[in-house]
């Protein structure tokens, strides 16, 4: 019987306070779609990926590799990966391209990582033109290949696998999520300052609230004049 009246009680306030969550559920969507499709500009995301293997021998038979040189290949992907985002590369890409960005900013847009247990290096470029980021991304690893026999004594093969393309789609903003996580939130928020309101109104608004308040029994009830068809003697 408890637990039937506590539900009682916790529909009764979302019923009395739908208002606050409807308000709260309404500027939390607003604010996430104008943030979206209006005040953030769109992210673009271009990818390349590089692979370390090992240079040409003309000594050595091209299945004579073995598990030794493939970790090596592996530990100096790693390596390399954080090279491609050492001031050096970076710095002549910006001259390269001409850049505005600095160095600092451009490290920003860049992520690079080792693809798994191979010797295969992801780069990826985020910038706010598609066509921009696919050029920077190529730049970068070319930049890469012609900077690495300066900075590193041991240097292997390093080849382009897949040359960045300008994407069509964004990466950020991302409307429909943003959305949708702010209904979420704003939701639960609005619940609870719907339950916060109620729980410090300490008004009496129906003779249920004398009864739960003070367990008195009532025995009148002022008709509420305004009402529809108090004029005729009736209240509802």
Do not use: C
């Not at 606050?20 to 953030?40: D, E, G, K, N, W």
């Not at 050595?60 to 970790?71: K, N, R, T, V």
């Amino acid at each position: 019987m408890e637990q039937e009246l506590s539900l009682r009680d916790v529909l009764g306030v979302l019923r009395r306070r739908a208002w606050i969550v409807l308000v709260v559920v309404f500027v939390a969507v607003v604010a996430a779609a104008l943030l979206s499709y209006v005040i953030l500009p769109p992210v673009y995301q271009a990818n390349t990926s590089l692979i370390v293997n090992e240079r040409q021998n003309v000594a050595q038979p091209a299945d004579s590799l073995d598990i030794g040189q493939i970790q090596t290949y592996r530990s100096l992907a790693v390596t390399y990966a954080k090279i491609i985002t050492s001031r050096a590369v970076l710095q002549d890409t910006i001259d390269t391209l001409k850049l505005p960005e600095t160095v600092g900013q451009l490290t920003g847009m860049t992520t690079v990582a080792v693809e798994g247990q191979t010797e295969i290096i992801g780069v990826s470029v985020k910038d706010k033109d598609a066509s921009r980021a696919a050029l920077i991304a190529n730049t970068v690893a070319k930049s890469f290949i012609q900077q690495l026999p300066k900075l590193v004594n041991r240097v292997e093969n390093v080849s382009v696998i897949d040359r960045a393309v300008p994407m069509t789609g964004q990466v950020s903003p991302r409307p429909l999520l943003n959305i949708v996580v702010a209904f979420v939130a704003a939701l639960m928020l609005g619940v609870l300052l719907a339950f916060l309101v109620d729980y410090f109104d300490d008004t009496i608004k129906t003779p249920d609230d004398v009864k739960k308040l003070f367990g008195l029994r009532v025995l009148a009830v002022v008709p509420d004049m305004t009402a529809k068809g108090a004029s005729h003697g009736r209240t509802y």
